[in-house]
């Protein structure tokens, strides 16, 4: 996390704006600057926000293009890419859907399922759907599909299940 943000809350000023807070924290997918080790940042992915909705369901549709340093030795997009940035793009839902004391801090996973049915090779322009499916107070289920754009063949499909660790909140008596 870049030195001057000091935890992961969105400013007050956007707290209550869902679109604002998914392109506030779409800025530190990965954090890379600070890290000596590989991970998945929006920049190296070349990722765009394509569209985003609140309702019915909370939904982020992002596009990129699937670069070598993306790839295993075959040049087809790493399933470890494709798994740390499932795991990145759904966190980012959930902080955005969140509410005080309702995974303010983006919880901690349980179960990250990915299923790959088509390989994305170098080159392969991607459309990544992410939705929060439950976002309940003690757990949020999310889902992911990535798409081959130019023959909107489903390649990927991922559940991401995290659970709640903020402190609960009390009510006054």
Request: glycine fraction near 6%; proline fraction near 4%.
């Amino acid at each position: 996390m870049p030195k001057h943000i000091l935890s992961y809350q969105a400013p007050k000023n956007i707290a209550h704006d869902f679109e604002k807070k998914v392109f506030w924290y779409f800025r530190f997918i990965g954090h890379q600057e600070l890290k000596d080790v590989w991970d998945v940042t929006a920049e190296h992915a070349n990722l765009r926000i394509e569209s985003l909705a609140k309702h019915p369901h909370a939904t982020v549709t992002c596009r990129f293009v699937v670069k070598e340093s993306m790839c295993g030795p075959q040049m087809h997009l790493h399933g470890g890419y494709i798994a740390t940035l499932v795991e990145n793009l759904t966190s980012i839902l959930i902080v955005a859907a969140a509410t005080p004391g309702r995974f303010a801090d983006t919880g901690v996973s349980r179960n990250l399922r990915t299923i790959y049915l088509r390989s994305l090779p170098v080159g392969t322009e991607v459309r990544a759907v992410c939705q929060v499916i439950s976002l309940g107070q003690r757990l949020v289920l999310t889902k992911a599909e990535f798409y081959d754009v130019e023959t909107g063949e489903l390649c990927v499909i991922s559940e991401h299940e995290k659970f709640n660790r903020d402190p609960e909140q009390r009510g006054k008596l």
